[in-house]
T-cell receptor
Framework: KAGVTQTPRYLIKTRGQQVTLSCSPISGHRSVSWYQQTPGQGLQFLFEYFSETQRNKGNFPGRFSGRQFSNSRSEMNVSTLELGDSALYLC????????????FGPGTRLTVT | SQKIEQNSEALNIQEGKTATLTCNYTNYSPAYLQWYRQDPGRGPVFLLLIRENEKEKRKERLKVTFDTTLKQSLFHITASQPADSATYLCALDSNTGKLIFGQGTTLQVKP
């Protein structure tokens, strides 16, 4: 099976702009989670989707949003970018609803200037 | 508030020795705990999952223990090799689907 794919791999944006990141989960996985990873804060949970519904949300401002499509592919959007949004954004898919390992993609490296 | 603590300092060991990494948590009642490996510039890779009613789990050279009384998990790599050098992350979930990660411990295995 193909692994989790994320596009684009690298992005450079300017403060105030918005960005959309895409994630394709492993075939058959219906749960998709998004994380932000920075050197200072580590890996932080953004949100999790299952069957097109957001089930869980982390402690991030409303500028961070996401959605999941009927084919389980997911997108996350960050509006009004700030310098502090520079990070590695990771998507992970999971085969089960609960209590299952997560399979991570390679991430999208976002740099905000 | 909920807190997950892993050794912030890097762990340096000699090849062939057993590496032991610690994950402590407070104000949390996880249903299960997971360990991941992350190499620089890559996404984490799942290693082991242990449930709250399990004391120990093994997979090849890896062993994880879970003590819900001490609120601690230990992760062991026996007969360590330079290829085991990476950052190791523990993650907890209260059966909600929301994984909370520790900061990770960097392991360096010297030949």
């Amino acid at each position: 099976k193909a692994g989790v794919t994320q596009t684009p791999r690298y992005l450079i944006k300017t403060r105030g702009q918005q960005v959309t990141l895409s994630c394709s989960p492993i075939s058959g996985h219906r749960s998709v989670s998004w994380y932000q990873q920075t050197p200072g804060q580590g890996l932080q949970f953004l949100f999790e989707y299952f069957s097109e519904t957001q089930r869980n949300k982390g402690n991030f401002p409303g500028r961070f949003s996401g959605r999941q499509f009927s084919n389980s592919r997911s997108e996350m959007n960050v509006s009004t970018l700030e310098l502090g949004d520079s990070a590695l954004y990771l998507c992970a898919s999971s085969p089960e609803v609960y209590g299952s390992e997560q399979y991570f993609g390679p991430g999208t490296r976002l740099t905000v200037t | 508030s909920q807190k997950i603590e892993q050794n912030s300092e890097a762990l340096n060991i000699q090849e062939g020795k057993t590496a032991t990494l610690t994950c402590n948590y407070t104000n949390y009642s996880p249903a299960y705990l997971q360990w991941y490996r992350q190499d620089p510039g890559r996404g984490p890779v799942f290693l082991l999952l242990i449930r709250e009613n399990e004391k120990e789990k093994r997979k090849e050279r890896l062993k994880v223990t879970f003590d819900t009384t001490l609120k601690q998990s230990l992760f062991h790599i026996t007969a360590s090799q330079p290829a085991d050098s990476a950052t190791y992350l523990c993650a907890l979930d209260s059966n909600t689907g929301k994984l909370i990660f520790g900061q990770g411990t960097t392991l360096q295995v010297k030949p």
